[in-house]
Nanobody
Framework: QVQLVESGGGLVQAGGSLRLSCAASGLTFGSYNMAWYRQPPGKERELVATISSGRSTYYADSVRGRFTISRDNAKNSVYLQMNSLKPEDTAVYYC???????????WGQGTQVTVSS
């Protein structure tokens, strides 16, 4: 079965950096579009960034210029480099995988990112 396992979350001060990783198994990774979502406390889940199987990328306005999504197909992994972190980036971050457009049927369990002011 498909498994997505996130890692790399933690507590960081505002202005700091974190790199999230998502290791995928049970799927032909190179054929999948990958995404990072986040859910801030008490709020709806929101899209952060996507990277297609062809390596096209998309970023939410709130993170563009600060976050970078990348993938390593040889390692079946997708990454989210987060720089210049702000307290409003505090959230549980989820990795997601899908084949068709913006549909992501496979999700990881999430990793907590907390940015202190």
């Amino acid at each position: 079965q498909v498994q997505l396992v996130e890692s790399g979350g933690g507590l960081v001060q505002a202005g700091g950096s974190l790199r999230l990783s998502c290791a995928a198994s049970g799927l032909t990774f190179g054929s999948y579009n990958m995404a990072w979502y986040r859910q801030p406390p008490g709020k709806e889940r929101e899209l952060v960034a996507t990277i297609s199987s062809g390596r096209s990328t998309y970023y939410a306005d709130s993170v563009r210029g600060r976050f970078t999504i990348s993938r390593d197909n040889a390692k079946n992994s997708v990454y989210l480099q987060m720089n210049s972190l702000k307290p409003e980036d505090t959230a549980v971050y989820y990795c997601a995988a899908g084949v068709y457009g913006g549909n992501y049927p496979y999700w990881g369990q999430g990793t907590q990112v907390t940015v202190s002011s």
